[in-house]
Nanobody, 126 residues
Framework: VQLQASGGGLVQAGDSLRLSCAAS????????VGWFRQGPGTERELVATITWNTYNTYYADSVKGRFTISRDNAKNTVYLQMNSLKPEDTAAYYCALDRRPWRDYRNVDLSDFSSWGQGTLVTVSS
């Protein structure tokens, strides 16, 4: 399976963006999918995850209340709606598939995720 993130761009603080993670090659309808980001000079961090049936979602504290992860299994696509963007949200955003069952994601190991695609750059100006 290949994942492709898109939807990034240059926006001002307070604006919104919706990122898409489109899968090809096989269905990801039964997969847990995560959104990650990596800012300048920082390590890649987990932003949000969602189970296949959307019953469970996880958000990093830094985005809780501002970002919403969702999915459309018919379109084989996962979304990240980002509202009230801040300059510190500036990063390259990536999506990937979780190879393990749902768990506590507060100290996630990035090696648990696979099928990393090319990221999409989000730049938030102040």
């Amino acid at each position: 399976v290949q994942l492709q993130a898109s939807g990034g761009g240059l926006v001002q603080a307070g604006d919104s963006l919706r990122l898409s993670c489109a899968a090809s090659g096989r269905s990801i309808s039964r997969s847990i999918v995560g959104w990650f980001r990596q800012g300048p000079g920082t390590e890649r961090e987990l932003v949000a995850t969602i189970t296949w049936n959307t019953y469970n979602t996880y958000y990093a504290d830094s985005v809780k209340g501002r970002f919403t992860i969702s999915r459309d299994n018919a379109k084989n696509t996962v979304y990240l709606q980002m509202n009230s963007l801040k300059p510190e949200d500036t990063a390259a955003y990536y999506c990937a598939l979780d190879r393990r069952p749902w768990r506590d994601y507060r100290n996630v190991d990035l090696s648990d995720f696979s099928s990393w695609g090319q990221g999409t750059l989000v730049t938030v100006s102040s």
